[in-house]
């Protein structure tokens, strides 16, 4: 039994992985329709201020055999979506990009695709988790990747002292991670 402190702390890589060492991009845009590349590319990483790394579910197949149940690994469960949450400036440059992101996908006006969107509707998030050090240890980058939800701002002469925020629920198909082997380096594919 592992009861020393010492142990535990040895066991502890680098004081353990810290949920605020992150930044999120987006990758690959659609080229589709005007999406205000400037303000994703450029201040996605800057604005964004709560993400997650998505859970993964293997299904298992249940089959009977002499009386008994026995669990087959079966298709892998991507969560589907993932949140994050936006400061919004007083331009809302990222906010009127992913508004005209969306509206492209579905028009607000005329509810059809942006003209020329057919299979580019959908881009590419990258998440990075970096360690303490300001290496990066791991990409998350999910495929096909679109906004579904963007949340409502709250507004109130209540609220000073703060800024606006607001949260955007991302639609993926899958995940791809890619992993370090040392610090600030990042080589190897370990999940597709």
């Known amino acids: 039994m592992a009861t020393s402190i010492s142990n535990f702390k040895a066991a502890l890589s680098s004081g353990g992985a810290r949920p605020s060492l992150f930044s999120l991009s987006i990758t690959d845009q659609p080229s589709g329709f005007a999406v205000q590349s400037t303000a994703l590319s450029g201040l996605v990483p800057f604005h964004c201020t709560v993400a997650e790394i998505p859970g993964l579910e293997v299904t298992p197949i249940e089959k009977q055999y002499f009386g ?65 050090t300001g290496g990066s240890v791991i990409h998350y980058d999910f495929q096909d990747c679109w906004p579904s939800n963007l949340s409502a701002i709250d507004l109130s002469y209540d609220s000073v002292s703060t800024i606006e925020e607001f949260t955007v629920t991302w639609e993926y198909n899958y995940y791809t991670t890619v992993i370090g082997t040392g610090p600030g380096t990042i080589t190897d594919t370990v999940h597709t």
């Open 68 to 132: 008994r149940t026995t669990k087959i690994p079966g298709d892998i469960t991507f969560a589907g979506t993932f949140s994050t949450t936006f400061i919004n400036t007083e331009d809302f440059a990222v906010r009127n990009a992913l508004e005209i992101w969306t509206d492209g996908l579905n028009s607000v006006t005329t509810n059809l695709y942006a003209t020329g969107l057919h299979a580019v509707w959908a881009g590419t998030v990258r998440l990075t988790q970096f360690n303490k």
